[in-house]
């Protein structure tokens, strides 16, 4: 009989030997959260992209295959609790990983697919526009999307300007297949926030996070979660948000008949909202011209510098509400 | 100025998705304790090579050195506090791993090199030959060596059958150049060990870590640290072992004027031992032949429930001493 807590992670993301991106930034968090993780790297780069350089390789379709095969013939892939992908931005490595989540699936019908359908943000698209329509697909064997404001549009395929736009494009989402969906970081008019979750903001907009789960009986509960901003330069935020994810709504999974998503979204806010104040703190140390981290640096030094104070944030991934209660907050916005 | 515990590691060792053994057994108690550790993988695995099969890749020795031109090129060997290597069975590699370790020691003068010197064990050589000749010449650039019986003898170029033996074979590692030594398990008769360690053992011989640290004074301080062992199949404890020194080495620098290598590795071998019994436990209780066990299995089923217990060795990483205590003892063998 499986352990209560035997928890085995399928991670499918790119591979930065320096720095904290894709399953640098993954699989730490889940580890420390006692996940055993199988850590298969798309791509093998020395460093992010964010620096002026990079050397090394990405894996082809048939390579990342041959690996999940190799997995598959020691019956490594039967007991998969959990799979979690991030950015693959190549289509064919995005179609063999389709078929991987089916196969996986099969072999267990219980297993909880976290996808990250990473694609773009603020407007631009960096992947190849085909991934959007195969995303689209592949929601159909997703359990939690985890889109940024910009996918969320991509993927729903309609502008998200205001709080009533964001449910019915989570709805949308729904409908496509995702019982689960958290729109990670949502820009909407401040009059639309109710007032118990406004922050303090010179601007009239404000971020937020918004989830939108749909229950058993059919009805969609939908929640915003607000949360302090750094004015700061982050790299792999997204990455550490959506193996948070995994890990959480485990703990809610445990912990309740009817898991809650927005509960899960909550602990995982706060563990990275902790993270990304730390690491606005260290680059406020560390850089000595303040005005350059506030868009994307230039020099490697800078950087650097930047790079997610991750390692240092064990306790803030053990203990999330410590360091979130009293700053974030989340409001239930669907009708009970 | 650094901060004091602004720690980056360079790991470079194999890496498999599934399972504990190269760097997926060193990173995880490594950034455990607060290290950053970069990642740079000579091979991409499935899993072990104890399975029945496996698949992948494994690098050139050019690629190594183009993710190594690749992180220099943007300044991020330029403060590395350690660098870590494991098992290296490609010749050119090793030859580049070489010139990495002293371009980086010469960036940093008090960076610290933990060298495993994986070739072989039980009298069995699993790497070519003219690694070995290499591997001794490297000891010139290492500050810890941790070699099994089998490859203390292949570095010293003699035969150890006894604990004097063992002191005669440390000597001549110091004398290559390496100022400590730490041959990780250690087979020797009874009669050779002082009677305060001495463990219940049916056979006359018992299975012990030797340790060897040469002295600002020019003397060699050398104690033998005994702990049980447990008849299971292990991967991954000698890498797991050699990332533990490079944390607890650490420790021990920043406590004491003259760092004891003792010391260190008794805190390593309680962490080791108790991972290695949580192990045996789980296989204990998972695998029905425990006779299946006590060799190299056959079947992958097998093999799997043999993986290192790693991740839910967080606590033993975290508290050696607690585990360690009244089982795991030191004792001094050279004159004081």
Redesign the interface.
Known sequence: MEDEHDYRVLSIQS?V??GYCGN?AAV?PL??L????????TV????HTG???????KMTAD?VQ??????E????TDDYTHILTGYIGNYSILEKVENMVRKLKSKNPKLIYVCDTVMGDEGALYVAPEIVPLYRNILRFVDVVTPNQFEAELLSEMKISSLKDACTAASKLHDLGAPNVIITTLCVPLVDVPKDIQLESSSDQSLYCFTSQTLPDGSIEQHLISFPTYPAYFTGTGDLFSSLVVARLQESINASVIPSLSDAAYRVVCSVNAIAKNTWLHQQKKIENLQDIKSKPDA??I??QCELQL??G?KEIECPERVGLGVIKKTRISQP
């Not at 093998?44 to 460093?47: A, D």
């Not at 013939?73 to 490594?76: C, E, H, M, P, Y």
């Open positions: 591979h030997v320096s640098k730490f580890q420390t006692g996940f055993d993780v199988d850590i298969l790297n093998q780069f020395s460093n620096y002026p350089s990079w050397t090394g390789s390579q041959e690996l999940f095969d190799g997995l013939a020691n019956g490594l490697a030094k950087t650097r390692i240092k064990k």
